[in-house]
């Protein structure tokens, strides 16, 4: 952690030293509604000598104040509020205290879930922009996705390994950090633990890979997907495309289903996956086969194959806006697919995990499928992302999964 910008965030520590930055007129009424980005191109004035990690003062063209934050100018996301009180200083206890509330709010959460793998840090969520974690029994894996946050890790850290977490790893690499202007970082800032993490939900148990896996290791926030599908898979065949690690897989094992057929692209998530159903005594049940589900797909037609169940969870398909058109496109596509090789009274589940694809998107791209179907199905249940992912009302980003579950109607 040697990058310049560290030394002078620190500084910040010692002598706090705000920079002032004034709006463009009309730029604050998102800001006063609660959400903590401001973006380059909303900004009047700002130094040139601004720097990531830079403590700043945000006020409108009129010098009305709007809140303190963490500055990064490489970024479009320029500044990320962290305070809306001109009385409170931006330092580490300012962030621990945040750490020990995220913490506090989920106390019970184990209990009630049945569950040691839970997401204790949520960004936005929780008062800290940009940076995430996730709990795995004793050990925690963080993630940092803002520049302006990276000095506090050292803080968020210890805060995690007082309250509980004996391991803390982190895992802050990928696209998100280049646009940050950020150096990726992967490792144990604490003494080493043991890898893969271990760790239970519900009946099933399972083992996280952060080193080599998908985000933190797993996909937490599917946990009541899961559950469901848990639920409705009793002496059923079922197809997981785009099962990753093959966790819904195995819970619908668990939950009686005669035959699970788990799909992905990824060799290695399909080895982990098969780790996982050996570790709950469910091999026999689950198959692991690698194939891209989009391509695939037309082949499973043509073979005549049928499932009674059907769970289309796939990558993002919207990064951006501009993503919408072909997304929509594609998700029309597989789920079209889906009810051809669905049998008579199945169910279907379809997901997706981008916050730019609404609610209203996902809802019209279904019924439109279903209707070129020739088919009638019911909209059982909505599912969103768990209570330990918030949502805060005033950050729409902060809501991004939306997931249907479909059943054929019986009459």
Same mark, same amino acid.
């Given at each position: 952690?040697?990058?310049?910008?560290?030394?002078?965030a620190?500084?910040?520590?010692?002598? +706090?030293?705000?920079?002032?930055v004034?709006?463009? +007129?009309?730029?604050?009424?998102?800001?006063?509604?609660?959400?903590p980005?401001?973006? &380059?191109?909303?900004?009047?004035?700002?130094?040139?000598?601004?720097?990531?990690?830079?403590?700043v003062?945000?006020?409108?063209?009129?010098?009305?104040?709007?809140?303190?934050? @963490?500055?990064?100018?490489?970024?479009?996301i320029?500044?990320?509020?962290?305070?809306?009180?001109? #009385?409170?200083?931006?330092? #580490?206890?300012?962030?621990?205290?945040?750490?020990?509330?995220?913490?506090?709010?989920?106390?019970?959460?184990?209990?009630?879930n049945?569950?040691?793998?839970?997401?204790?840090?949520?960004?936005?969520?929780?008062?800290?922009?940009?940076?995430i974690?996730?709990?795995?029994?004793?050990?925690?894996?963080?993630?940092?996705?803002?520049?302006?946050?990276?000095?506090?890790?050292?803080?968020?850290?210890?805060?995690?390994? #007082?309250?509980?977490?004996?391991?803390?790893?982190?895992?802050?690499?990928g696209?998100?950090?280049?646009?940050?202007?950020?150096? #990726?970082?992967?490792?144990?800032?604490?003494?080493?633990?043991?890898?893969?993490?271990?760790?239970?939900?519900?009946?099933?148990?399972?083992?996280?890979?952060?080193?080599?896996?998908?985000?933190?290791?797993?996909?937490?926030?599917?946990?009541?997907?899961?559950?469901?599908?848990?639920?409705?898979?009793?002496?059923?065949?079922?197809?997981d %495309?785009?099962?990753?690690?093959?966790?819904?897989?195995?819970?619908? &094992?668990?939950?009686?289903?005669k035959e699970?057929?788990?799909?992905?692209?990824?060799q290695?998530?399909?080895?982990?996956?098969?780790?996982?159903?050996?570790?709950?005594? @469910?091999?026999?049940?689950?198959?692991?086969?690698?194939?891209?589900?989009?391509?695939?797909?037309?082949?499973?037609?043509?073979?005549?194959?049928?499932?009674?169940g059907?769970l289309?969870?796939?990558?993002?398909?919207?990064?951006?806006?501009?993503?919408l +058109?072909?997304?929509?496109?594609?998700?029309?596509?597989?789920?079209?697919?889906?009810?051809?090789?669905?049998?008579?009274?199945?169910?279907?589940?379809?997901?997706?995990?981008?916050?730019?694809?609404?609610?209203?998107?996902?809802?019209?791209? %279904?019924?439109?499928?279903?209707?070129?179907?020739g088919?009638?199905?019911?909209?059982?249940?909505?599912?969103?992302?768990?209570?330990?992912h918030?949502? @805060?009302?005033?950050? +729409?980003?902060?809501?991004?999964?939306?997931?249907?579950?479909?059943?054929?109607?019986?009459y």
């Amino acid at each position: 952690m040697d990058q310049p910008f560290f030394n002078a965030a620190r500084k910040g520590f010692d002598v +706090p030293n705000y920079i002032k930055v004034k709006l463009k +007129p009309k730029e604050e009424d998102r800001l006063l509604a609660g959400h903590p980005w401001v973006f &380059a191109n909303e900004v009047d004035s700002a130094p040139k000598t601004l720097a990531p990690g830079v403590l700043v003062e945000v006020i409108t063209s009129k010098g009305v104040p709007i809140g303190r934050g @963490v500055a990064n100018p490489t970024s479009k996301i320029l500044i990320r509020l962290l305070t809306r009180d001109f #009385e409170t200083e931006i330092d #580490e206890a300012l962030i621990a205290a945040r750490v020990r509330t995220a913490l506090h709010v989920r106390k019970d959460f184990r209990e009630k879930n049945q569950t040691d793998g839970m997401r204790i840090l949520f960004g936005e969520g929780d008062g800290l922009p940009g940076m995430i974690a996730d709990g795995f029994g004793d050990t925690a894996v963080l993630s940092c996705f803002s520049a302006g946050l990276k000095p506090f890790i050292p803080a968020i850290q210890k805060t995690l390994q #007082e309250n509980g977490f004996k391991y803390v790893y982190e895992k802050s690499v990928g696209e998100v950090c280049q646009k940050e202007g950020m150096a #990726e970082f992967q490792g144990w800032l604490t003494d080493p633990g043991k890898l893969p993490l271990p760790f239970f939900e519900g009946k099933a148990k399972f083992l996280a890979h952060p080193a080599q896996g998908h985000k933190t290791g797993f996909y937490l926030d599917f946990r009541e997907v899961r559950r469901k599908i848990q639920a409705l898979s009793a002496g059923k065949s079922l197809l997981d %495309a785009f099962c990753y690690t093959g966790a819904a897989s195995i819970q619908a &094992a668990l939950g009686g289903a005669k035959e699970v057929l788990a799909l992905d692209s990824s060799q290695n998530a399909l080895d982990e996956g098969a780790q996982n159903a050996k570790l709950n005594g @469910v091999e026999k049940n689950v198959r692991f086969e690698k194939g891209d589900s989009f391509k695939i797909f037309k082949e499973f037609k043509k073979d005549g194959r049928k499932f009674d169940g059907i769970l289309l969870d796939p990558p993002p398909l919207a990064k951006s806006a501009h993503d919408l +058109p072909a997304a929509r496109t594609a998700l029309k596509r597989l789920l079209g697919q889906a009810f051809d090789m669905l049998n008579d009274g199945g169910f279907l589940v379809v997901g997706t995990c981008s916050h730019h694809f609404s609610w209203t998107l996902l809802d019209g791209v %279904a019924r439109e499928a279903v209707e070129e179907s020739g088919r009638s199905f019911l909209l059982r249940e909505r599912f969103t992302q768990p209570q330990d992912h918030p949502i @805060v009302l005033a950050i +729409p980003e902060t809501e991004y999964l939306r997931v249907l579950l479909l059943s054929e109607v019986p009459y």
